[in-house]
């Protein structure tokens, strides 16, 4: 076992000025990523800010098989977070990120390291306690790894480089399907030749989640953040849980039934899931609840309708704030969606049933890859 101070190096990440940093793009600026950038192992790039070039060091700019890690954040969950830099980029990252910068023969190895559950192990060890925040450059460096053979190290990095080559593929199959659907909505619906309302006048209840700040446990009801609705999608992955009771009297203001629709209003606002299950669980208050008037609008209808260009660019106009964005209640309910006849509704659920059979054929196949790809996880680092 090789102690990873041995053949890596550390870059910390640089606190600007508020002066220094904008949110749109422009000579002499120098994208800035920050720990939201890295999502499920890759950067993303939607939702970045600049900073002034002249306040950006070399050593600050992202290189290839570098590994950027959120190594400070308000959530243990988020702690550790890691992507892999694919090329050389004049993109620099902020106070609450580092790069871990490994030595040429061991990078693609190591990147695949800083994914794995075992590297997720020791840093939530690490990250315990006091430090329950933040990495120090020490809990990276005392980390250890078996750095196997050559021959063995190229074997894994190109096996998992394969099976993550096809979850990809599966993943934009998915997405295909998604776009037949928004396709099918715009053929339907896409011309307002139905007229429309504001939400406030085809829906039984428009609220958000709770206010208060709940007792978190262990184990128990699952309670969701933003976070799980940002595929459109309602997920129950969760690393925050509250009681039977707390959930009792939760509930009460949100008597969620099957068929309601979640809609992230904070934020990453615009994103929209339907409960389609009564597994209970509670959210916070960056997410609207919304329960249609089922005599006049279908729930996968009303889904589609706000996730719609149409709706987005509603929400665009009436969203308030520049760094944390929020659409408020009193909008969401001068949001105008179509209302065609129910019967053209119900055709459009039907499809949309039709489609997500075959999404989950393909999720299906995408899950027993990630269950290989944990298997050669397991085997490689342990």
Same mark, same amino acid.
């Given at each position: ?22 949110? +749109?793009?422009?000579? =002499?600026?120098? *994208? ?28 600050? @700019?992202? %290189?290839? +098989?570098?590994?950027?890690? *959120? ?25 609450? *990120? ?19 559950? %075992? ?35 190229? +074997?894994?990095?190109? !096996?998992?480089? #394969? ?39 085809? *829906? ?15 184990? =128990?009801?699952?309670?969701? @953040? ?22 009792? +009297?939760?509930? &009460? ?37 919304? &329960? ?17 260009? #149409?709706? !987005? ?7 308030? =704030?520049? #760094? ?8 969401? &309910? ?22 997500? %059979?075959? &999404? ?6 995408? #899950? ?15």
């Amino acid at each position: 076992m090789v102690k990873l101070s041995k053949i890596i190096t550390q870059v910390r990440g640089v606190s600007y000025k508020p002066n220094d940093v904008i949110l +749109e793009k422009k000579a =002499g600026y120098t *994208c800035l990523l920050r720990a939201n950038n890295i999502d499920r192992g890759e950067l993303k790039f939607d939702d970045v800010v600049y900073v002034d070039s002249a306040r950006v060091k070399n050593t600050q @700019l992202l %290189r290839a +098989e570098d590994i950027l890690i *959120c190594a400070s954040s308000g959530s243990r969950h988020l702690v550790g977070k890691a992507a892999c830099v694919i090329g050389d980029m004049n993109v620099t990252f902020g106070a609450f *990120c580092k790069v871990i910068r490994p030595l040429a023969e061991y990078a693609p190895f190591l990147g695949w390291f800083f994914k794995s559950p %075992r590297y997720r192990m020791q840093i939530s060890n690490a990250s315990a306690g006091v430090n329950i925040n933040n990495i120090r450059a020490e809990d990276i460096d005392n980390m250890e790894i078996d750095l196997l053979t050559v021959k063995q190290r190229e +074997e894994a990095v190109r !096996k998992l480089n #394969a099976i993550t080559h096809l979850i990809s593929l599966r993943q934009r199959q998915a997405e295909k399907l998604d776009e037949l659907v928004k396709a099918r909505f715009v053929e339907m619906f896409g011309e307002c030749k139905y007229g429309g309302d504001p939400l406030s006048n085809v *829906c039984k209840l428009i609220t958000d989640g709770t206010h208060q700040s709940p007792q978190f446990v262990d184990a =128990g009801i699952p309670f969701l @953040l933003v976070s799980n609705l940002v595929h459109n999608e309602i997920t129950y992955d969760t690393e925050k849980f509250i009681s039977k009771e707390s959930y009792q +009297e939760l509930i &009460k203001r949100t008597p969620v039934e099957i068929g309601d629709i979640l809609l992230s209003i904070v934020g990453s606002y615009g994103h929209a899931g339907v409960v389609r299950t009564d597994k209970p669980f509670c959210f916070q208050r960056h997410i609207a609840y919304i &329960k249609p008037d089922f005599s006049k609008l279908n729930s996968e209808f009303l889904h589609q309708a706000l996730l719609s260009d #149409a709706v !987005k660019y509603q929400m665009e106009k009436r969203v308030k =704030g520049i #760094a944390q964005k929020t659409l408020n209640l009193s909008e969401l &309910k001068k949001i105008v969606v179509p209302i065609p006849p129910l019967v053209l509704q119900t055709e459009f659920s039907h499809f949309v049933h039709e489609v997500d %059979r075959e &999404k989950e054929r393909i999720q299906r196949s995408a #899950a027993l890859l990630e269950t290989l790809k944990r298997s050669l996880m397991q085997q490689y680092f342990g």
